[in-house]
């Protein structure tokens, strides 16, 4: 497997999302200009932020107790070089994702603005307003059992943003440190309030800047404001039903379970699979179903991504990963022969089904395993479905470059 591991970066990400990576104590990471390990985005934001080779970009787990027995670790050489390494054999060396300047400064009002989003891969991810209230239901908190969000806002993310602390990091960010994209991440809130805490911070983004813009809440009750999301210009709308299997939903999802139930989430990810070809041509759109491997077997993980696909939507798939303090802190992560099959079905199924992989402008994800980065785990080929991919590529770069200079034009 190490050979292997050594000329298949897919492999890699894999094996590294499932065993973690023990931090040699020659490494220096925030020295050498790499990220700060920061508890946001529901935990998965715990590990080293790092490039594989390939352009993988990755978030390494190193914080979870499983981390600490994992056979990779991470050296530094005395020039400021890293490399991992299985046991005491090199495997590759690796980039640590550069730390931009805006990361060590505050906004206006004096506030951290890494307290007001943070860099997953090239993309800023905002988790926006309160903490999830499954975490504050009574009697009983009904939080999802894997998540540890409520653990964390107060600490590396501020609970209250305001649009223009936002608009402050988001222009830093666009201007520093390049990004194309805006993920906005909410939890449950009663009377479905999501969509309208996120619509001033959308309009007014899509405005002045013209950036892409995903939005993954629970699924509103009233689907036609998906309608008037695209209208809006949103580019994503992500679902997160986390696990396909019924029973083990309702176990591990309490809230999800009783709020809304898994059969709303996939009417809702069916519904706006279909809304591509309403709304502003000249902006793309894409439906993500989001579910978590490792939660369930092998088979239901599969069968989920086949039933995304079938609707056109984009499966996304994380990898369990045991947090700390959660109510899953010691369940054992996957073991990767049992995810291979789950990645390299990811792969397939998007290609076979023609699905726009890998085409936004300057977005690799750290946090999750993107389907075109799935094709080392595949035998497959598809040279025709990847000179589409190529074109489509270039298309929705044009366009996105022409939009930012026509907003340039417009403020000048």
């Not at 239901?137 to 939080?143: I, Y």
């Not at 379970?257 to 059969?263: C, F, K, P, V």
Request: with cysteine; hydrophobic share 35%.
């Amino acid at each position: 497997m190490l050979d292997e591991l050594r000329v298949n970066p897919s492999l890699l990400k894999l094996d590294l999302y499932c065993k973690g990576i023990r931090l040699d104590g020659s490494c220096l990471v925030t020295d050498d200009g790499g990220r700060p390990i920061l508890r946001t985005r529901a935990g998965l934001g715990s590990g080293l932020e790092a490039i594989l080779p390939g352009g993988l970009w990755t978030n390494i787990p190193v914080s979870e107790p499983f981390a600490q027995e994992s056979p990779y670790t991470l050296h530094r050489s005395s020039g400021g070089d890293y490399e991992i390494h299985w046991n005491d054999s090199p495997v590759t060396p690796i980039v640590l994702s550069p730390r931009p300047a805006w990361y060590d400064a505050k906004l206006s009002n004096g506030k951290d603005m890494t307290r007001i989003g943070t860099l997953q891969g090239t993309y800023l991810g905002i988790y926006q307003a309160k903490v999830c209230e499954y975490w504050t239901a009574k009697p009983e908190k009904t939080n999802c059992k894997f998540c540890s969000v409520g653990l964390n806002l107060g600490v590396d993310d501020a609970d209250e943003k305001s649009v223009d602390e936002v608009m402050e990091v988001v222009r830093r960010a666009r201007d520093e440190s390049g990004i194309t994209y805006v993920d906005f991440n909410t939890g449950h809130y009663d009377g479905d309030t999501y969509l309208d805490i996120l619509e001033p911070y959308i309009r007014r983004i899509k405005d002045e800047l013209g950036l892409l813009i995903g939005v993954q809440t629970p699924p509103h009750r009233d689907l036609r404001r998906y309608d008037d999301l695209r209208e809006m210009g949103v580019n994503r709308v992500s679902f997160c039903f986390e696990i396909f299997d019924p029973v083990l939903f309702e176990e591990i999802c309490p809230g999800k379970h009783a709020e809304y139930g898994l059969d709303f989430y996939l009417e809702a990810i069916r519904y706006c699979a279909q809304l591509g070809n309403k709304g502003p041509r000249h902006e793309p759109w894409v439906t993500n179903g989001e579910i978590i491997a490792g939660l369930e077997p092998p088979e239901s993980s599969i069968a989920a991504i086949d039933w995304i696909v079938s609707v056109g939507a984009v499966p996304t798939v994380c990898v369990f990963r045991p947090l700390v303090h959660t109510d899953l802190e010691d369940s054992p992560p996957p073991k990767t022969e049992d995810m291979v099959p789950v990645f390299r079905r990811l792969y397939e199924a998007c290609m076979e089904k023609g699905l726009p992989i890998g085409c936004a402008p300057n977005v690799h994800v750290s946090l999750v395993m993107l389907p075109e980065e799935c094709a080392g785990l595949s035998p497959k080929r598809y040279p025709w479905q990847n000179l589409k991919l190529e074109a489509l590529k270039r298309m929705f770069r044009f366009g996105f470059d022409r939009r930012l200079k026509a907003l340039q034009r417009r403020a000048a």
